[in-house]
């Protein structure tokens, strides 16, 4: 089960940090990430990591938010973070947290489970 948190509306310029719940995934066994669609698109992925920690992780950005947003990983609390700043109105999305087991595909290729999605709106 996946739990997404901390969606919201917030001005161009601003922050938001999503949570993602992940009570009983094993990090050491699946990738996880956050995925998002905007309104009349495809789903995108946004930044996924895999099993490793701190230097060690192997971790992707797409390249719309590559400077901008950051991901984190609190194995103790089986919580995975997104961190977002210097938001942009096209940030504007519904974002899913998602997993896959490691090794089904590449990071943020798709995901295997996934949350309900919070949305974030981003003002201009």
């Known amino acids: 089960q996946l739990v997404e948190s901390g969606g919201g509306l917030v001005q161009a310029g601003g922050s938001l940090r999503l949570s993602c719940a992940a009570p009983?995934?094993?990090?050491?066994?699946?990738?996880i990430g956050w995925f998002r669609q905007a309104a009349g698109k495809e789903r995108e992925g946004v930044s996924c990591?895999?099993?490793?920690?701190?230097?060690?992780?192997?971790?992707y950005y797409s390249d719309t938010v590559k400077g901008r947003f950051t991901i984190s990983r609190d194995i103790a609390n089986s919580t995975v973070y997104l961190q977002m700043n210097s938001l942009k109105p096209e940030d504007t999305a519904v974002y899913y947290c998602?997993?896959?087991?490691?090794?089904?595909?590449?990071?943020?290729?798709?995901?295997?489970?996934w949350g309900q999605g919070t949305r974030v709106t981003v003002s201009s």
């Open positions: 009983g995934f094993n990090f050491d066994r699946y990738a």
């Open positions: 990591m895999d099993n490793r920690d701190g230097a060690d992780a192997t971790v």
């Open positions: 998602a997993a896959h087991l490691l090794g089904l595909w590449d990071l943020c290729e798709r995901g295997e489970y």
